[in-house]
């Protein structure tokens, strides 16, 4: 249930990424407010500022952090492999167990 629930979260974070890197938010001369950028005020983007990946600017803009993207596209990319090497000692396992 927990990994159903992270589910959206993960597509919003990466929705949110996608959309200031499109819109060359990508410095704080290039940032932007959220509201130019179809975004709203949500958790998911308060989390992305929290973990540095988004920076909001003094006047409430918002820009992409790239070298902090990449180590977040690094950790999310390390966690989905792990998660599916865990599914599949599971099965091997529970496979094993079968016979």
């Given at each position: 249930?927990?990994?159903?629930?992270?589910?959206?979260?993960?597509?919003?974070q990466h929705r949110i990424v996608?959309?200031?890197?499109?819109a060359g938010a990508v410095s704080?001369?290039?940032?932007?407010?959220?509201?130019?950028?179809?975004?709203?005020?949500?958790?998911?983007?308060?989390?992305?500022?929290?973990?540095?990946?988004?920076?909001?600017?003094?006047?409430?803009?918002?820009?992409?952090?790239?070298?902090?993207?990449?180590?977040?596209?690094?950790?999310?990319?390390?966690?989905?492999?792990?998660?599916?090497?865990?599914?599949?000692?599971?099965?091997?396992?529970?496979?094993?167990?079968?016979?």
């Amino acid at each position: 249930m927990a990994i159903s629930a992270g589910v959206p979260v993960l597509a919003n974070q990466h929705r949110i990424v996608r959309v200031m890197h499109h819109a060359g938010a990508v410095s704080p001369d290039s940032a932007r407010s959220p509201e130019e950028l179809g975004l709203r005020d949500s958790l998911v983007l308060a989390g992305l500022v929290r973990r540095g990946v988004v920076v909001r600017t003094a006047d409430g803009r918002v820009h992409l952090d790239p070298v902090r993207v990449e180590h977040w596209r690094h950790t999310r990319r390390r966690r989905m492999l792990i998660l599916a090497l865990l599914v599949l000692a599971m099965l091997i396992l529970w496979n094993t167990l079968q016979f």
